[in-house]
């Protein structure tokens, strides 16, 4: 960011959380879902969801990284649950799905990038937010294949020094949906298996929130009986 920016010394300040992240929050990071784009992984990564989402009796964010799994996911999910599940893209503006969503206190909000920042909705609406896969940019951007390409001229190394971070930068955010005040409690479900696979899990796993981690679903459901 400091590159970007053209900052070659500049003030920094770190802030720790005011958040218990220990005892407000746990992340699950499961191993079994590899592939989540063919078709059979797709069917893996809804009845995940599912059974995520009964567990926290709706309440919850679903946060997808494109737009094709939305369509193919949060149509299978308002068909199977119980309670509203509200569609980015079919249940009308952003401002509308969220003011139904923190009025219908055991909704179920599905959307993509818009809905990964700039959202707050404490208390008793929101309990779990899942994340289909690490979000990073979409390799056919124009703007970001010159970002690589001359990082690369520039002897960096574009996947460690851009987008990497940037990934990480925006997970954080959707992450950051979840605890919004010191009374706040629920799961983070990241279901992209390559974190415990890729050498680059372990950077973006010590980059969440200092809640405990654990791949055991078994853990959820203790969470949540709690």
Known sequence: ARRRLGLDAPREAFHASPFDYEHQALIYIPKHLSDTRSPAGIMRLTDEM???????RGRAFVLFTAWETLRQVA???RE?????????????SRDAIL?????DTHSVLCGTRSFWEGVDVPGESLSLVII?????????????????????EQGGRPFTDIQLPEAIATLRQGVGRLIRNEHDRGVIALLDSRLHQRSYGREIVRNLPPARITP???DVEAFFAQ
Do not use: K, Y
């Open 50 to 56: 599912e059974a995520l989402i009964r567990l926290a």
């Open 75 to 77: 149509g299978e999910l």
């Open 80 to 92: 199977r649950l119980p309670w509203n599940v509200l569609i980015q893209g079919e249940s009308g």
């Open 99 to 103: 003011e139904t969503f923190r009025e």
């Open 132 to 152: 289909d896969r690490v979000p990073f940019a979409p390799p056919n951007d124009p703007l970001l294949a010159a970002r690589l390409r001359r990082c690369e």
């Open 216 to 218: 055991h679903f078994s």
